[in-house]
């Protein structure tokens, strides 16, 4: 038979006031800003040179590390709005408890992660990979890194989740529609779970030019 209806929900945060939703959550109703001066790359020929960051450190100091959530070796395959997403997505699977023991179980959980832009360090980089060295110096882990679907293709990998797994790219809008339609998929009996939420890591010197 179907499985138990019953409700839950779990977040994940990763943004600029940190990593984890009692962090954030804090951080942010004590009117606390995450917007800082960028330090990761030359701003010094841009007409704006502040940004909103994820601070990097230590996991426990509600900061953020690649390697608390992706193996080092899998770094190159995914640029950072993936590593993003699982990050939080982690959080959000913990912090529902939903931890699926059948197949019927992780076939009836989706994941619907969207992103902006997506993987646009990757893009830059292999646009000036290709100007400077050649189309077969490009990285093939170039196209599987930066497209927008493949943040939710590797949640649900992590996982084994087999339901729905779709990306929604509506610009700034992205993360609530992919909540949104999320829901839907849910009410029309598509999905009794779904992961929900958008990514993004566009601050590099194209995206703030």
Same mark, same amino acid.
């Given at each position: 038979?179907?499985?138990?209806?019953i409700?839950?929900?779990?977040?994940?945060?990763?943004?600029?006031?940190?990593?984890?939703?009692?962090?954030?959550? +804090?951080? /942010?109703?004590?009117?606390?800003?995450?917007?800082?001066?960028?330090?990761?790359? @030359?701003v010094?020929? /841009?007409?704006?040179?502040?940004?909103?960051?994820?601070?990097?450190?230590?996991?426990?100091?509600?900061?953020?590390?690649?390697?608390d959530?992706?193996?080092? %070796?899998?770094?190159?395959r995914?640029? #950072?709005?993936?590593?993003f997403?699982?990050?939080?997505?982690?959080?959000?699977?913990?912090?529902?408890?939903?931890?699926p023991?059948s197949?019927?179980?992780?076939?009836?959980?989706?994941?619907?992660?969207? +992103?902006?832009?997506g993987?646009?360090?990757?893009?830059?980089?292999?646009?000036? *990979?290709l100007? #400077?060295?050649?189309?077969?110096?490009i990285?093939?882990?170039?196209?599987p890194?930066? /497209?927008?679907?493949?943040?939710?293709?590797?949640?649900?990998?992590?996982y084994?989740? %087999?339901?729905?797994?779709?990306?929604?790219?509506?610009?700034?809008?992205?993360s *609530?529609?992919?909540i949104?339609?999320?829901?839907?998929?849910?009410?029309?009996?598509?999905? @009794?779970?779904?992961?929900?939420?958008?990514?993004?890591?566009?601050?590099?010197p194209?995206?703030?030019?």
């Amino acid at each position: 038979g179907r499985m138990r209806r019953i409700v839950v929900t779990g977040m994940g945060l990763v943004t600029p006031l940190g990593i984890g939703l009692e962090r954030v959550w +804090s951080r /942010l109703v004590a009117g606390e800003s995450g917007i800082r001066a960028i330090q990761s790359f @030359d701003v010094s020929d /841009l007409p704006s040179r502040v940004a909103g960051q994820v601070p990097r450190g230590d996991r426990a100091s509600g900061l953020f590390n690649a390697d608390d959530w992706v193996p080092p %070796k899998d770094h190159r395959r995914m640029d #950072e709005f993936i590593i993003f997403a699982i990050a939080a997505a982690v959080q959000a699977v913990e912090d529902a408890g939903w931890e699926p023991e059948s197949d019927e179980e992780r076939e009836r959980t989706g994941v619907m992660i969207g +992103s902006g832009i997506g993987g646009l360090p990757a893009i830059a980089e292999a646009a000036i *990979t290709l100007h #400077e060295r050649g189309p077969r110096r490009i990285s093939p882990f170039f196209i599987p890194s930066s /497209l927008i679907n493949l943040a939710s293709g590797n949640v649900s990998i992590r996982y084994g989740f %087999k339901g729905p797994n779709l990306a929604l790219v509506t610009a700034c809008t992205t993360s *609530t529609h992919c909540i949104g339609i999320a829901g839907r998929v849910i009410a029309y009996g598509d999905a @009794d779970v779904m992961i929900a939420g958008g990514t993004e890591a566009a601050i590099t010197p194209m995206g703030v030019g």
